[in-house]
């Protein structure tokens, strides 16, 4: 990552209840997702990058444009800072058409291309015809998308996005995050996104930062966080991985497409993906058994082979989570302390992974 394209974000900003205390260093485009409880400060930390508050302490550079560096007295107010943000709520004039509102993002921007830059936007998100519809006529997650084409008009090298789905019921989320992934397939530029949602988490991170009380508890890429066991970022039910993995076969006759990944492949639902296709998986640790040898005579049809890495504490002393490294890639299983000892499972060990339930998630 050169200087010439990171995002940097050191920062200190007091708050009633805690002290906003960060140091990051992103990667230049992608999905950061910066996740934590209520009131960690990811949204304080979001309005200090766009400038709408001005921390006791701060240094934050895109690339070799720098937005802000007390040492040296910068600081860049909100307009000055080529970067878009998208609120919980979409903000749109009702008394304007969406044409007419996306038209009032181009007036923001001087720079050559943004009608074509606009025209782009429209196209990805899908919102062409839409252009005459005023905005009480829209759907919630119509807005959304349109506020986001309005962002995206003035050409940001930074997209902010707060929580963007919060307000959406169930549908239309699900109708606005495949948008955002086609977002992050497209768009070389850095994007950060608040969300509560594990779903929208694993969906959507490429990069993930989590807070808790105004300090950074973890940041790396999605694949290692998620797979994090002695501080699991979703506990509970929720709690598993993120694999990144590529369609490479496919069993007509059973219905199933096969997914490799570096250390291994799984079989899971086809759903007319092509070969070739690059896909996310979501393997729950409620899913995954462990055995010490690879067991044929079993329903259970993916079997991954590994090492146990780390072993940790569950959220009930019955139950641990085993972090199982396969390649690069890495596995969690919830099993019972009596199956560890039963087992003689430890650090070190050798193990098959055997996994239940597969999810695609994007």
């Not at 995002?7 to 950061?32: E, M, N, Q, Y």
């Not at 119509?142 to 506020?147: K, L, S, Y």
């Not at 963007?164 to 994007?191: F, K």
Request: with cysteine; hydrophobic share 45%.
């Amino acid at each position: 990552m050169s200087a010439a394209d990171r995002l940097s974000i050191r920062l200190k900003l007091a708050r009633k209840d805690f002290a906003l205390d960060v140091d990051l260093v992103l990667p230049p485009h992608g999905i950061t997702v910066l996740f934590g409880p209520s009131g960690s400060g990811k949204t304080s930390l979001l309005r200090c990058v766009a400038g709408l508050e001005r921390p006791a302490q701060g240094l934050i550079r895109l690339g070799h444009e720098v937005w802000q560096d007390d040492s040296k007295g910068i600081f860049r107010p909100p307009w000055k800072r080529n970067l878009g943000y998208v609120f919980q709520e979409s903000s749109l004039f009702d008394h304007l058409d969406v044409q007419q509102n996306l038209a009032y993002g181009l007036q923001r921007s001087a720079t050559p291309g943004s009608a074509d830059a606009l025209a782009r936007a429209i196209a990805l998100l899908g919102i062409g015809h839409l252009m005459h519809r005023k905005n009480a006529h829209l759907s919630g997650g119509e807005r959304q998308r349109v506020a986001i084409a309005r962002a995206l008009a003035t050409q940001p090298r930074l997209l902010l996005l707060d929580e963007p789905l919060a307000a959406l019921d169930l549908a239309r989320r699900h109708e606005v995050l495949p948008w955002l992934e086609a977002l992050r397939g497209e768009l070389r530029l850095p994007m950060l996104y608040i969300t509560h949602s594990s779903e929208e988490l694993m969906r959507l991170a490429d990069h993930v930062v989590v807070l808790d009380t105004g300090l950074v508890k973890a940041c790396g890429s999605a694949q290692e966080v998620l797979s994090s066991v002695p501080s699991p970022v979703i506990v509970g039910d929720e709690a598993g991985v993120l694999l990144l993995g590529t369609v490479v076969g496919r069993d007509a006759c059973w219905h199933l497409a096969k997914v490799a990944f570096d250390g291994g492949a799984m079989w899971v639902r086809d759903s007319a993906m092509p070969l070739g296709q690059a896909v996310r998986l979501r393997v729950l640790a409620r899913d995954v058994s462990l055995t010490l040898q690879e067991t044929q005579d079993s329903s259970i049809q993916n079997r991954i082979h590994g090492c146990i890495e780390s072993i940790a504490e569950d959220s009930h002393p019955s139950q641990a989570l085993v972090r199982i490294r396969c390649g690069t890639s890495a596995l969690v299983a919830r099993v019972t302390k009596r199956a560890l000892s039963a087992l003689n499972l430890t650090q070190g060990a050798a193990v098959w992974a055997q996994i239940k339930s597969v999810a695609v998630i994007g």
